[in-house]
Structure formats: structure tokens, C-alpha cells
């Protein structure tokens, strides 16, 4: 067979005929298999190079469709290619069979060429690699990003290939061969300075000097129009060789392309055998740098003028800069900021441009302590010299213009007011090009603290290899081009501790560890807040910690407590936020409005559009907002969609919206919130438990756009994400003017805990809201919760609670005249009499239940109805009544499409059938009820089915196999952290049903 990944998938039989592979999916699957032949590929691997890293609930199913879909096609040609092991398939390649692996090959047999410096080789063997592409890798195979990484080395090493083989060529003087190919490659990568150096080199060589001019004339441009630098030294050292028409860069014949200065112009244009230009080749016809030394520590200045070439030679001189600030004496962790920006600044060799690296992060986090420490550490591998500057983007102090500056700078680096050499240009872009001139070559560390935006920094950035420059802003300027970013968080609790002992002392922190603790958790990871308590320690020695930490504590005082002398926490968040505040930009004006306003909600995080809820704002608008706050700093965003405030920053952010926010605007903000929150879990909960509303409808619309659910598992998924806001909800709307908003949040919370009941969250909530109910004289929201708390009551085996509850609400039931409502209290009344084991009362209720549905015409289905009556069947011994009803539940249930209730039909079913005494008839029920419930993530559930398979194996006789079952439901019990058995109750014995 015959394998083709280098271009759309290809599959060839042993006789050359095309085998179509039909699915998108399975020409995905198979060329992730192919990516790594002959080798173990697991099941999740697969998964996620199908569909990325959030694979669909269904992704096992149907990756087994797929392998057999594959498996057939490549049957046809040759069977057994593709095995399935325990945890995943293995794809059977044999030598020759992939063009990528044909690839590779002739690829290594290129480089021993080249390192023997056979060229007629080289040039053969890349040749032939390159005729095995037949366009971009896969591309006709929706694969994931996942497999990006290995198509991208694909990609580079085709690049790697016709490096090399231009190189050859030009070797064997081929010059007027390759420049239509060559040319056509460094139109495809203008940025490529190894081809554009052989493209030069090959039209020098042609008799085109003009067009090998405007060769470099053209990557210049591109260079500085994409990055804003300048070619690197290879080229720049070959386009000076170009102006003095030098002789060694002719090609005279095989033997001269091995020796002198032939050799060192072709090597630097062509490159290493590695494939990068090399920077430091030497430069024919002595147009080589000048780096003589100059008394005094001064250096000099590259030669502008080759020798030989008209003109004078220009050595200027400057001064090695040396501005840092003095490092903090006690800087402390950071360890692996520290690890990253060292090597992130350190110059290279091979390096194209400057290095560059940005630190953002919140006021007081650290940023310039980190910046000055780094810089420090950096400081002998710049002999050119450090510069720094405050640019004052944020804070007290005018903000720098960079115009400013470049003069600044420029006179810094020639000690002297007139400029390195050459009077300052009086135009800022002019300034630029001369600073990027005099640190061309030139290894000069650059500082630049507390940038405001991309537009203050970049006409101070140089351009060439061996400067460095960090800069740090609270702003994250997403326009500035460099690639390495270091956001910078608040401290872990390991350095906090470090860093207050070493304000306090290491005895000192240990001997009072819990006054420590509370300190820590006040500060909240902020170094500034850290740097301030260790501030008042030093001056007042004698006090112990505890007074320092009572203070921090003291009410809402913390950010008034984190205070000393210059240095303020609450100082330093309001700079950013009057920048906002007091902007002319309405846009920044209302991103300060939103940080008052999402003060309001005391819950972890918010979404996108909770958030939008509560600013009343659209959610493309909101986003906006949000975005702005991020990139100050003032608001986190963990991941995408989620939005919360630091500790502190919150704090700040409440004091300025009880400053500035009218009581009447606080109330309607939180107040759209909670409405779209009430809305929202009333969606959530009709799409998990369909047909089985959690409480009396809610009519009103939510401020803001409400979360749509096109399935169980998304609204069950939306559930466990938001359960800590939804818990604070509840508690929020116990304090509003809609206090009826507490109790209609926690009966929403019912198709949640059909799968979660065992979490107890459902419990907390509705006695918080009974609770609600009760201080307000509110007869509805009491009954629709003792309704709901005896359903978590039976749930959670606690049949006598659950029956004081049902018992208690039915009057306001009965009085109302809502039939469909009494029928639902009369069914959990026949379960938890069955559950008490009194079956007559059971029977009773279940049918006075069905008889009062179908009454009230309701349009719903009666499926958990009649699954109460089949209960009270079996709780009377009645078990073939019962299993005739269980029958007709499941049918209803699987036509509604409701998952965890197609599991509880099944588990009765299959207990009932196992009383009945047919063994294969009840385990199968219940092991498709265990499929389902692992399905949709029910520990609590799949704990019982599991209870339920070992009782039946067990009733048969089967000890091991029972055994087995309920050691895994005890495991899995504990893993889940589920309740206790109830009492009486055990992993083995008869279990009360929760359905």
C-alpha cells in the first residue's frame, strides 16, 4: 500500500489503485494514525485530533464508528493493517509505504551529504523530497490543532530542504538555474532571509546587480513594515559586499567554492548546514565591522564605508549607558519569572532582531521589582550598557512622550547634548532610525517601566541583534508586536511566606504562623500589600503580628490598613481607575462604570453575559468593556467568558460604586442579575428534566441575552459551572426587593440535583429559601419549597422528613385548585410511603396522583407518575404489575430523550426483573442504565445501578461477580465523595430507591 500525507490524503493498494477514503472524520482519523505509524495511539488522542480538546459526549461511539469505517476501506486492500489494542489502535506501515516517512529519509541522507560537503548530492537528494509534496500536508483532512504541531514540522523541514538545496546548487554554480525557483519561494516566504540571501546572491552571480539591489532593497522594506527591524548581519554584511562589487562573491569553479573568501561569502549567504543564515561570517573584500577599542570604556560605532569603497570611514563613540535603579535588597520568589525572562532576554548567536519581552499584571504585583531584578542579573551580558526609564503610563507624574525621549536617549548614549556623533534629528521618526543606527550591533539592555501603550513604546525600540528590551505596563498593549509575554500574578501562599519573613523575620513568622496566615490572606498575594506590612513591622518591632493582622480585618479598613509612608495599595488602584474614570474616551468612561458596578456581586466570577445582565448592556458591548478592564488590570479574565476581580481590587472597586453609584442604580443593577439568573436556571432545568417543571413559571424576561441549551449535558455542564454564583444568588435575592426571586432560583435548581441530589446543595439552598419565604409571609414560596425539599428529603433516603414536608404543603395545593400540582405531591407521597415500606398508602397515592393528572389535561407526560405507581407495585410484592408499568415508563422516557430518567427505568426495571427471577433480562437493563448514567457524569446514580448489578449477581449466586460490583460502587462512592450508605443500608444489602 501506498500512504500520502504530504498534500491531500492519499491511499493506493498494492496495485496502485486509489482507495477512497468517503468521511471527513475517517480521513482525519486515519491520518492521525499515520502521523505516528506503527506506534500506540490512544483512544483519547484520537478523540482530541477528531475534535479537539472538548470532544462531544458521544465521542467514544462514535470513534469506534469511524475505526470500522477505516478498518473496511483498508480490508479491501489488506487486512489486519489496523489493530485494536486495550487502550487505543495501532495503524501496520511498512517501510516505504508513507511519503513523509520517504521524506525524512532522504532528508538525513541529505544532511550526511552536506556534512561530507558532497553537493552533487545534496542537491539530488533534496530534489527528490521536494517532488514528493503535492501541496499543503492534509489538506483535505479536517484534523484538530492538536496534530498542528506535527504538520507544522512537516511544513519547516520542506522550508529546511529548499534552503539546502539552493545552497548546493549555488556550490555547484547554478546561479542561472535556480533564481525562477528561488525567486518563487521567496515570494512565498518574503520574511525568509536565507532565500532572499540566495536569491541575491544567485542574480549578483547572473550579471543582475541592479535586481540583486532591489532584492534587498525589498526584504529591508518588509522587514520593517511586518517587525520593525532591519535584515540581520548576514545580509546586511552581503549587501555591502554587493555595493563594492567585491570578487569573492563570483563564482570561479568548484575548487574556489571551498576556499577563502569565495567560501565566506557563500556561507553567509547561504547558511549554516542548519539551515539559519550565519550571522557572524566574515564579509569579503574587507568590509568587515570595526570594533576598535576606545580609552575610557567607550566602543565604537560599526564602520559606515567598506575598504576599498569611496569615502571616508566614520567612527563615532559613546559612552556605555548605565541607568538601572538600585535592586530590591530582600526581592523574593519568582523563581520561574525569573528562569523565563533570563532566557527569554539573553542574546543568541543566531539571533534576526532584538529580544523583547513583556511583563503586565495589575498595580502592585510586582512588575518593576521583577523588571530591575532581571535586569540586574542581566546586566554583564550587555557591555553596551542598560538603559531605563519610568515612561509614568500610570500613577502620579506626567506621562513621557517618546519624542522626548529619543533625545533623551540619544544624548545618554553619546554623553553629550549633541547626539551620538550627528545632530538629533528634529522629527520623532527621525530620532528613531538614528537610535536604531547606534544600537545597531551594539549589545544595550533596555528598561522601559510602566508603559502606558504600544504608541509610547515602539519608537524607542531598537532594531537589530544583540539589544534586549523588557517593559512592563499594567495596560497588556495587544498591539505592540512581540512575541513573548509574561502576565504576572499575584504570589503563591510559598513565596507570600517567603517574602514576609523576609520583612519580619523567619522566627518571627514561625513563631506566630496563624497571625501570618491571616496576614497573607489579607494581602491577597500582592507584593505592594506584603512590602507595606513588612514596612510597619520594621518600624514597630515590638508589636506581634496579631495587631497587624486585627487591623487588616478591621470591617471594610484593609485598604486603608495597607498603607506606609509613600507606598499605598489604595494609591496605587486609583491611578488606574481615574484614568478610566476622568478619560475623554466614553468607551474608557464606561468601563469605569462597569468596575463599579461589578463591585455589586460578592460571588467568585461572572460570565459574559451575567455580566451583561448586571451592566445592562449589550453582550458585544459588555465585552468590550471587560476587555478594557482586563487590559488594565483592574478585572481577570481566568479563561475565556470568565470574568472576576483580585481580592483587593474588588474592595477598592465597592468603595467607589457606594461613592459614585446611587443606591436606586446599585439595587437595578443586581437586581437585573438575579432576574436573568432566575430566568437562566429555569432553562436549564426544563432542558435537563423536560416535562417535570421545578416550579411555578416564571414570567418575566431577563435583562440581558439568556443562555440557550440544546441539551441535557450543556445544561447540566451550565449547572455545575455556575452552582457557587447560583448559591450566592439565592442568598443575594433573600436581601432584595424581590425576595420571591430566592425561593424560584432554588426550585430551579431541581434538574440539576436529579443528577447531583448526593452534593446536598440542592438542600442548602431550599432551606436558605424556606427560610426567605417564611420572613416574608410568603404562602406560595413556602409551599413550592416544602414541595421541593420533601422531593431532596426522599432523594437523599430520608423517607420520614420527606413525608412531614409533602404532608405540610398539600393544604395550599389542594386550596389553589392546581390539579397537575396535587398530582405531583400525591406521587413523591406514594414513594415516600413506599420507602417507609407502607406499600396500601403507597398504592393509594400513586393512583389518586394518575387520576388527578390526566384531570387536569395537562399536555405533560405522566411517565414519573406512573413510575411511582410501579414503585408502590413492588413495594407490594405486586412485581409483574410493576413490571408492566416499568415497561410503559421506559417506553415514555426514551421518547422524550431524557437520559438520567431512561437510566431510573431502567435500574427498576432490571431490580424488578431480578426478583422475578430472569437473570440475563435484568443484568442487561442494568448495565445500559450504568452506560447512561456514566453517560451524563451521575456518581450518585451509578453508585446505585452498581448496587443494584451486584445484588442481582448475588441473588443468583454469583458471589465474585457481586463482590465485585460492590466493592467498585464503594470506591466509587468514595472517589465522588458521596454521602454515607443511609442508615441500615450498605453497598450490599436492599437499597431504598432514590429515583
Not at 521618526?429 to 538614528?434: F, H, I, K, N, P
Not at 443575594?732 to 448526593?758: C, E, H, I, M, V
Not at 406514594?830 to 393509594?844: M, N
Amino acid at each position: 500500500m501506498r500512504f500520502g500525507l504530504l498534500g491531500p490524503l492519499t491511499v493506493h493498494d498494492a496495485g496502485g489503485r486509489p482507495l477512497a477514503v468517503p468521511t471527513p472524520k475517517s480521513r482525519a482519523l486515519l491520518a492521525a494514525l499515520l502521523l505516528e505509524p506503527n506506534r500506540l495511539v490512544s483512544r483519547e488522542r484520537l478523540a482530541a485530533a477528531l475534535w479537539g480538546e472538548r470532544p462531544p459526549a458521544t465521542a467514544a461511539a462514535a470513534l469506534s464508528n469511524y475505526v470500522s469505517q477505516l478498518r473496511r476501506t483498508l480490508s479491501a486492500a489488506d487486512a489486519g493493517r489496523l489493530a485494536s489494542v486495550p487502550t487505543g489502535y495501532r495503524l501496520l506501515v511498512h517501510d516505504g509505504e508513507v511519503d513523509a516517512e520517504e521524506f525524512t529519509l532522504l532528508l538525513a541522507e541529505a544532511k550526511t551529504a552536506q556534512s561530507r560537503q558532497d553537493w552533487v548530492s545534496v542537491s539530488r537528494l533534496t530534489r527528490a523530497a521536494e517532488q514528493l509534496w503535492r501541496g499543503a500536508p492534509l489538506a483535505d483532512a479536517p484534523v484538530s490543532e492538536v496534530l498542528r504541531p506535527q504538520i507544522t514540522h512537516y511544513e519547516q523541514a520542506r522550508v529546511q530542504a529548499r534552503e539546502w538545496h539552493f545552497a548546493a546548487e549555488l556550490r555547484l554554480g547554478r546561479h542561472h538555474e535556480i533564481v525562477p525557483e528561488i525567486s518563487r519561494w521567496t515570494a512565498r516566504y518574503p520574511l525568509h532571509e536565507v532565500f532572499c540571501a540566495q536569491l541575491i546572491l544567485a542574480l549578483f552571480r547572473s550579471g543582475r546587480q541592479a535586481e540583486a539591489l532591489l532584492a534587498f532593497e525589498r526584504v529591508r522594506h518588509d522587514l520593517a513594515e511586518e517587525l520593525g527591524t532591519d535584515p540581520g548581519r548576514a545580509l546586511r554584511d552581503l549587501h555591502r559586499s554587493l555595493l563594492v562589487d567585491d570578487p569573492a562573491l563570483q563564482w570561479t569553479g568548484p575548487a574556489a567554492a571551498e576556499n577563502g573568501r569565495h567560501a565566506d561569502a557563500v556561507h553567509a549567504a547561504t547558511g549554516h548546514p542548519g539551515g539559519s543564515a550565519s550571522v557572524d561570517a566574515d564579509v569579503p573584500g574587507g568590509a568587515t565591522s570595526v570594533d576598535a577599542d576606545v580609552p575610557g570604556g567607550a566602543t565604537s560605532v560599526d564602520a559606515d564605508v567598506p575598504d576599498g569603497a569611496a569615502g571616508p570611514r566614520t567612527v563615532r563613540t559613546w559612552s556605555a549607558p548605565s541607568q538601572l535603579p538600585a535592586d530590591v535588597p530582600d526581592f523574593t520568589g519568582r523563581a520561574d519569572e525569573v528562569r523565563t525572562l533570563i532566557e527569554l532576554l539573553t542574546p543568541r548567536p543566531d539571533d534576526r532582531g532584538p529580544r523583547m519581552a513583556v511583563v503586565t499584571g495589575m498595580s502592585g504585583v510586582g512588575k518593576t521589582a521583577l523588571a530591575v531584578h532581571i535586569a540586574r542579573l542581566l546586566r554583564d551580558r550587555f557591555p553596551g550598557g542598560q538603559m531605563f526609564t519610568d515612561l509614568h503610563g500610570f500613577g502620579l507624574g506626567t506621562r513621557q512622550d517618546p519624542h522626548d525621549l529619543l533625545g533623551r536617549f540619544l544624548s545618554d548614549l553619546s554623553g553629550t547634548p549633541a547626539g551620538p556623533g550627528l545632530p538629533i534629528p528634529g522629527d520623532t521618526d527621525g530620532r528613531a532610525a538614528l537610535l536604531r543606527t547606534c544600537l545597531t550591533d551594539r549589545g544595550v539592555l533596555m528598561v522601559l517601566d510602566n508603559a502606558h501603550d504600544a504608541e509610547q513604546v515602539l519608537p524607542l525600540l531598537p532594531g537589530s541583534a544583540g539589544c534586549s528590551v523588557l517593559i512592563t505596563s499594567r495596560n497588556a498593549l495587544p498591539d505592540l508586536p512581540v512575541g513573548a509575554r509574561l502576565p504576572l500574578e499575584p504570589l503563591g501562599e510559598g513565596d507570600q511566606r517567603a517574602m514576609l519573613s523576609a520583612f519580619c523575620g523567619a522566627d518571627r513568622v514561625l513563631a506566630e504562623a496563624g497571625d501570618a496566615t491571616r496576614i497573607l490572606t489579607a494581602c491577597a498575594g500582592l507584593p505592594l500589600a506584603l512590602r507595606i506590612v513588612g514596612a510597619k513591622a520594621r518600624v514597630r518591632p515590638s508589636w506581634p503580628l496579631r495587631t497587624i493582622a486585627e487591623q487588616l480585618e478591621a470591617g471594610d479598613g484593609r485598604l486603608r490598613a495597607l498603607s506606609a509612608g509613600s507606598l499605598s495599595v489604595h494609591t496605587s488602584f486609583a491611578s488606574s481607575y481615574r484614568m478610566l474614570r476622568d478619560s475623554r474616551d466614553r468607551h474608557e468612561r464606561d468601563a469605569a462604570r462597569a468596575f463599579r458596578l461589578l463591585s455589586l456581586w460578592r460571588g467568585d466570577w461572572l460570565s459574559l453575559d451575567a455580566s451583561a445582565a448586571l451592566l445592562g448592556l449589550p453582550a458585544r458591548r459588555t465585552a468590550e468593556v471587560l476587555g478594557l478592564l482586563g487590559d488594565v488590570h483592574l478585572l481577570q479574565n481566568p479563561e475565556p467568558g470568565r470574568y472576576r476581580f483580585h481580592d483587593l481590587v474588588g474592595e477598592y472597586a465597592a468603595g467607589r460604586s457606594a461613592a459614585e453609584e446611587s443606591g436606586t442604580a446599585r439595587r437595578a443593577a443586581l437586581l437585573r442579575l438575579l432576574t436573568w439568573y432566575t430566568v437562566a436556571t429555569e432553562a436549564a432545568s426544563a432542558t435537563i428534566a423536560p416535562g417535570m417543571p421545578a416550579g411555578p413559571r416564571f414570567e418575566e424576561g431577563p435583562a440581558g441575552r439568556a443562555p440557550r441549551f440544546h441539551d441535557a449535558a450543556g445544561a447540566l455542564a451550565w449547572c455545575v459551572q455556575e452552582l457557587p454564583n447560583l448559591r450566592e444568588a439565592v442568598q443575594a435575592a433573600a436581601l432584595s426587593p424581590r425576595p420571591d426571586l430566592a425561593w424560584r432560583l432554588a426550585l430551579n435548581l431541581f434538574g440539576y440535583a436529579t443528577t447531583y441530589w448526593w452534593t446536598g446543595v440542592w438542600d442548602t439552598c431550599l432551606r436558605s429559601a424556606l427560610a426567605t419565604a417564611k420572613a416574608h409571609d410568603d404562602h406560595e414560596g413556602q409551599a413550592w419549597v416544602l414541595f421541593r425539599l420533601g422531593v431532596a428529603h426522599r432523594m437523599a433516603h430520608r423517607h420520614d422528613a420527606s413525608l412531614t414536608c409533602l404532608l405540610d404543603c398539600l393544604p395550599h395545593f389542594e386550596a389553589s385548585g392546581d390539579l397537575e400540582c396535587r398530582a405531583g405531591v400525591h406521587s413523591n407521597l406514594s414513594r415516600a410511603y413506599s420507602g417507609t415500606h407502607r406499600p396500601r398508602q403507597a398504592l393509594d397515592y400513586a393512583r389518586r396522583a394518575i387520576d388527578l393528572f390526566r384531570r387536569s389535561g395537562s399536555e405533560r407526560s405522566e411517565a414519573p407518575l406512573l413510575s411511582g405507581l410501579a414503585t408502590a407495585h413492588r413495594a407490594a410484592g405486586e412485581l409483574r404489575e410493576a413490571e408492566a408499568v416499568y415497561r410503559q415508563v421506559l417506553a415514555m422516557c426514551r421518547e422524550l430523550g431524557y437520559l438520567t430518567n431512561i437510566a431510573i427505568a431502567l435500574e427498576d426495571l432490571g431490580d424488578t426483573l431480578r426478583a422475578l427471577g430472569r437473570r440475563d433480562e435484568a443484568l442487561d437493563a442494568l448495565t445500559e442504565a450504568l452506560a447512561l448514567r456514566r453517560q451524563v457524569g451521575d456518581a450518585g446514580g451509578s453508585t446505585d445501578t452498581l448496587v443494584a448489578m451486584g445484588r442481582t449477581h448475588a441473588h443468583f449466586g454469583e458471589t465474585a461477580a457481586a463482590q465485585a460490583c460492590f466493592d467498585e460502587a464503594e470506591e466509587l462512592r468514595g472517589k465522588a465523595r458521596l454521602p454515607p450508605w443511609p442508615a441500615g443500608t450498605s453497598a450490599g444489602s436492599e437499597p431504598q430507591r432514590r429515583g
